[in-house]
């Protein structure tokens, strides 16, 4: 089974990019059969052709899911248990001490997805303290109950260490697929997974947990398969990213006697409307005009290129910004509480940052919070999907918009849902796929 990664049509039908294609070449002589099973089941919509259309696809593995949980707290997590549970998507559930004692994840996992925590990254990183006696979670005399429990563990003490960030970073390294939400996005940022990434603190911002308009900037990444141009998101005061767009230092200034960035001076001297020139030394003529810059292209010049030196990022593994709240602020709020919501418009709400062979996938929003962001749960699971083939072609970034304002919303489920396209891959997208596809690979997975 492929993905499409663009729009394409079948005689009059419009089908949307990720749309799957599945060819009877390869696959079990009953796939009809399984298929119809599935489609019926489901209430999905499947259309066969005679021949299979002409449009740049990528093939679809069934990806193997971990769900990454601490012992510190589980509630956030348990909600994304119940979601996976209830729409039958395999995964395994894993502690943090797991990841600790285990370097090999890669060859366990494809996609490790660490739902959000409150705190710093260090204090998530070390867990429960080791002081003390150590405490258990597991059945006992004392506490028979706990024998029905997902997870078991002799001590919940001690998080997973550095060793366990280690860890991650060789899985995302070698080709895995790290998502984290929230909070937890600070681990990849703090302790240097990622560049390119950083997490300013809020001054004026209060979202205490409300629904915000936000735009797809990127709608070629298949992250965004099946969605319109807006969706509602979820939102809850932090975090607030910061993107750089040429280098691999995270949003701001450079930093004492680091490399110059864009918007400052090759030299170093002077502020950014001084003349670049030493004192005493004859003068340049000025560099001639260049021609505006497109958009998505690099904003410095040559000059500036050579000094970044290493420190310059190719534009292929820069931080891809997918998801971005709304540029102004009088049509970003559509239910709950905001004050200072100039310091969100335009934000990053999800990035997707090559590393290695593998990507970290970061969430501002909370795209499976507690049942009600149903809208939102296909970031998630098309992340998942293509966790291998997230390197499509980038979109043309656009400068920041300044026009016409995006109607609002309401923040119920139906009207979130309304941001679902009508072609046919919306109508798989409802239903969540990953159902479809554990069924029509369970009995020959190669066959996908």
Not at 82 to 100: A, G, K, N, T
Request: aromatic share 8%; with cysteine; proline share 8%.
């Amino acid at each position: 089974m492929s993905a499409a990664e663009d729009p394409f049509k079948v005689g009059e039908r419009q089908f949307n990019a990720g749309s799957f294609i599945i060819k009877a070449e390869g696959n079990p002589a009953d796939l009809r059969k399984q298929l119809e099973s599935a489609v019926t089941e489901l209430g999905l919509t499947a259309r066969a052709v005679d021949k299979l259309p002409e449009v740049k696809s990528h093939v679809l593995r069934v990806p193997r899911i971990a769900i990454l949980h601490t012992w510190t707290n589980t509630q956030n997590e348990g909600w994304y248990r119940i979601e996976f549970d209830r729409l039958q998507v395999p995964y395994s559930y894993i502690s943090d001490q797991v990841v600790r004692s285990t370097s090999n994840l890669r060859e366990k996992y494809d996609v490790i997805i660490f739902p959000p925590l409150g705190g710093s990254a260090p204090t998530i990183v070390n867990g429960i303290p080791m002081r003390g006696e150590p405490i258990p979670w597991k059945q006992s005399d004392l506490t028979p109950n706990l024998g029905a429990s997902p997870d078991q563990t002799d001590d919940m003490r001690g998080g997973m260490g550095l060793a366990g960030v280690v860890n991650l970073q060789k899985f995302v390294h070698e080709g895995g697929l790290f998502i984290v939400v929230g909070n937890n996005a600070r681990i990849p940022v703090d302790y240097g997974l990622t560049s390119g990434v950083a997490i300013q603190e809020p001054r004026q911002l209060q979202a205490r947990g409300s629904i915000f308009n936000a735009h797809f900037s990127d709608r070629r990444s298949p992250i965004a398969y099946g969605y319109d141009e807006t969706l509602p998101t979820y939102f809850n005061q932090a975090p607030l990213f910061q993107v750089s767009a040429q280098t691999g230092a995270g949003g701001g200034g450079g930093g004492e006697g680091g490399p110059a960035t864009a918007g400052q001076r090759p030299s170093g001297r002077g502020s950014v409307t001084d003349p670049d020139i030493i004192q005493a030394m004859p003068q340049a003529s000025p560099a001639p005009a260049r021609a505006p810059a497109r958009p998505g292209e690099d904003q410095i010049t040559e000059e500036q290129r050579r000094a970044l030196g290493a420190f310059f990022t190719p534009p292929a593994l820069r931080p891809r910004v997918v998801l971005r709240f709304a540029p102004n602020e009088k049509n970003l709020l559509i239910s709950g509480m905001l004050a200072g919501g100039a310091e969100l418009t335009n934000a990053p709400a999800v990035i997707d940052v090559p590393t290695g062979r593998g990507h970290v996938v970061m969430f501002a929003n909370h795209p499976m919070w507690r049942h009600q962001t149903q809208g939102s749960f296909f970031l998630l699971f098309n992340a998942a999907l293509n966790f291998d083939s997230l390197d499509t072609e980038r979109a043309e970034q656009p400068r920041r918009r300044t026009g016409p304002a995006m109607k609002k919303k309401t923040s119920s489920n139906c009207e979130m849902k309304v941001h679902f396209s009508t072609g046919h891959f919306a109508c798989f997208f409802e239903k969540f796929p990953i159902n479809t596809i554990h069924e029509i690979t369970q009995s020959d997975t190669k066959s996908c």
